[in-house]
T-cell receptor, first 111, second 112 residues
Framework: SQTIHQWPATLVQPVGSPLSLECTVEGTSNPNLYWYRQAAGRGLQLLFYSVGIGQISSEVPQNLSASRPQDRQFILSSKKLLLSDSGFYLC??????????FGPGTRLTVL | GQQLNQSPQSMFIQEGEDVSMNCTSSSIFNTWLWYKQDPGEGPVLLIALYKAGELTSNGRLTAQFGITRKDSFLNISASIPSDVGIYFCAGHAIYNTDKLIFGTGTRLQVFP
C-alpha cells in the first residue's frame, strides 16, 4: 500500500533563515505531488504541484520554491523565511484517479 | 484561487444526533471528495464521488454527488465523539481538472 511521509513534523525557525521541508511517497510510481499551506483555522492553499521529476508548477508567487529531485521526493524550500510563512504545510500525492492523499503535515513557526 | 462554498461553517451537536453539511459551486465539477482533518494532522479521505447522482456510504457517512454537478452533501448518522474535526469538501472543476479546489471547511464539535 502507498504511504506518504513528511519531515520534520514541527519546525521553529527565525525570520530570514532558510527552509527545507521534505515529502516522500512509498508504494507508487510517477505520482503527481502537491504542496499545500494551511493557515490556522483556514482552508488549504495550493502552492506547487509536480507531474514528474524536475517538473514544477507554481500557483502563488512568493518566496518559496519546490523541487522534485527524485520520482517520489518533493521538497519545499525558502532562502529567507518571512513571518507570513508560518503555517501548516501539507504534501499530497495522486495516482491515476483524481483523488489526492495527504501526508501528516509539518507545522512551521517563524519567529 | 476559487474556493467552494461550504456550510455550515461550524456545528455543535450532541452525541447521537445526525449531521448534514454541503458544498456548492458556481461551476460544474467532475469529482467531489470529502475529507476529515483532526487537529495537527493531514486530511484523511472519507468518500470520493465520480458521477452525477452518485450516492456512496462509508460506515455512518453518506455523501452524494449532486445532479446538477454543482453541489455535494455529506451526512453523518448517529454522531460519536470521535467525529469531532474539520470536514472539507473538494473537487475538480471541468475547466481545470489538474487542480483540486477545496471548501472552507465545517468544524464539527460533538458533546457527550
Amino acid at each position: 500500500s502507498q504511504t506518504i511521509h513528511q519531515w520534520p513534523a514541527t519546525l521553529v525557525q527565525p525570520v530570514g533563515s532558510p527552509l527545507s521541508l521534505e515529502c516522500t511517497v512509498e508504494g507508487t510510481s510517477n505520482p503527481n505531488l502537491y504542496w499545500y499551506r494551511q493557515a490556522a483555522g483556514r482552508g488549504l492553499q495550493l502552492l506547487f504541484y509536480s507531474v514528474g521529476i524536475g517538473q514544477i508548477s507554481s500557483e502563488v508567487p512568493q518566496n518559496l520554491s519546490a523541487s522534485r529531485p527524485q520520482d517520489r521526493q518533493f521538497i519545499l524550500s525558502s532562502k529567507k523565511l518571512l513571518l507570513s510563512d508560518s503555517g501548516f504545510y501539507l504534501c499530497a500525492w495522486s495516482g491515476g484517479s483524481d483523488t489526492q492523499y495527504f501526508g501528516p503535515g509539518t507545522r512551521l513557526t517563524v519567529l | 484561487g476559487q474556493q467552494l462554498n461550504q456550510s455550515p461553517q461550524s456545528m455543535f451537536i450532541q452525541e447521537g444526533e445526525d449531521v448534514s453539511m454541503n458544498c456548492t459551486s458556481s461551476s460544474i465539477f467532475n469529482t467531489w471528495l470529502w475529507y476529515k482533518q483532526d487537529p495537527g494532522e493531514g486530511p484523511v479521505l472519507l468518500i470520493a464521488l465520480y458521477k452525477a447522482g452518485e450516492l456512496t456510504s462509508n460506515g455512518r457517512l453518506t455523501a452524494q454527488f449532486g445532479i446538477t454537478r454543482k453541489d455535494s452533501f455529506l451526512n453523518i448518522s448517529a454522531s460519536i465523539p470521535s467525529d469531532v474535526g474539520i470536514y472539507f469538501c473538494a473537487g475538480h472543476a471541468i475547466y481545470n481538472t489538474d487542480k483540486l479546489i477545496f471548501g472552507t471547511g465545517t468544524r464539527l464539535q460533538v458533546f457527550p
